[in-house]
């Protein structure tokens, strides 16, 4: 028992230490210190780590990702896509309205790229590691409860410290607020994924995207 123990204690801090590293201290690093020109490089490798990490947890297998496809339902996906377009075009109206659907009048084309891309190459590899990897890996080390969906949505919205940006961070941290209870509550990544994919087309359709544009980027120091 008391091998055990000391084992179960052991890896309890290999995954405090592995949750730490990942979800605080290497957004905080490649936003504090790394140029703007190396950050997308920076994280899809922390994403790849991540992947690793997901694969490796005990139990998980990748046919779970499957599970609760049957929680997408057309009237609610209209309903969420509706709300979040009235709710991107009224951000962007109050502080971005010069970008007002700048890639549709002037880069149609790298819109549509983006539009059929993104749901693949950004939201989908984002909640893998903020889901899957953050609520199956880490269980032991989370707190009960709501409060591990509060806890995921402020690291989702810390991962995105490298806009410094407070439009950013609040509407990551609703985002995240939303695809965690997707994933956690309803227990369908595929929702949470399809969440995400629609926020992020949106923001970029209306042109929102002005905000997580690293070229935009300006540090406060």
């Given at each position: 028992?008391?091998?055990?123990?000391?084992?179960?204690?052991?890896?309890?801090?290999?995954l405090?230490?592995?949750?730490?590293?990942?979800?605080?201290?290497?957004?905080?690093?490649?936003?504090?210190?790394?140029?703007?020109?190396?950050?997308?490089?920076?994280?899809?490798?922390?994403?790849?780590?991540?992947?690793g990490?997901?694969?490796?947890?005990?139990?998980?297998?990748?046919?779970?990702?499957r599970?609760?496809?049957?929680?997408?339902?057309?009237?609610?996906?209209?309903?969420?896509?509706a709300?979040?377009?009235?709710?991107?075009?009224?951000?962007?109206?109050?502080?971005?309205?010069?970008?007002?659907?700048?890639?549709?009048?002037?880069?149609?084309?790298?819109?549509?790229?983006?539009?059929?891309?993104?749901?693949?190459?950004?939201?989908?590899?984002?909640?893998?590691?903020?889901?899957?990897?953050?609520?199956?890996?880490?269980?032991?080390?989370?707190?009960?409860?709501?409060?591990?969906?509060?806890?995921?949505?402020?690291?989702?919205?810390?991962?995105?410290?490298?806009?410094?940006?407070?439009?950013?961070?609040?509407?990551?941290?609703?985002?995240?607020?939303?695809?965690?209870?997707?994933?956690?509550?309803?227990?369908?990544?595929p929702?949470?994924v399809?969440?995400?994919?629609i926020?992020?087309?949106?923001?970029?359709?209306?042109?929102?995207?002005?905000?997580?544009?690293?070229?935009?980027?300006?540090?406060?120091?």
């Amino acid at each position: 028992m008391g091998t055990q123990s000391t084992i179960s204690q052991n890896y309890r801090w290999q995954l405090c230490v592995e949750f730490c590293l990942l979800f605080v201290a290497a957004p905080v690093l490649i936003a504090t210190l790394l140029p703007a020109t190396v950050m997308f490089t920076a994280l899809f490798a922390l994403t790849a780590l991540g992947l690793g990490l997901l694969h490796i947890t005990l139990g998980f297998r990748w046919h779970f990702l499957r599970e609760g496809i049957s929680e997408i339902k057309l009237g609610e996906t209209l309903v969420f896509t509706a709300l979040m377009f009235i709710a991107c075009f009224g951000v962007m109206r109050i502080f971005a309205s010069e970008a007002a659907f700048f890639l549709l009048r002037n880069e149609p084309l790298l819109l549509l790229m983006i539009l059929i891309f993104y749901p693949i190459v950004s939201a989908l590899p984002q909640e893998l590691v903020f889901r899957p990897l953050f609520f199956r890996r880490y269980k032991a080390i989370l707190p009960d409860g709501a409060a591990s969906i509060w806890l995921n949505a402020a690291l989702f919205s810390l991962a995105h410290l490298m806009y410094w940006s407070w439009i950013v961070a609040i509407m990551t941290f609703i985002g995240g607020l939303i695809f965690a209870h997707s994933y956690k509550e309803r227990r369908s990544l595929p929702l949470a994924v399809l969440q995400h994919a629609i926020a992020g087309n949106i923001i970029f359709l209306v042109g929102l995207g002005v905000f997580f544009y690293s070229g935009n980027v300006v540090r406060p120091f």
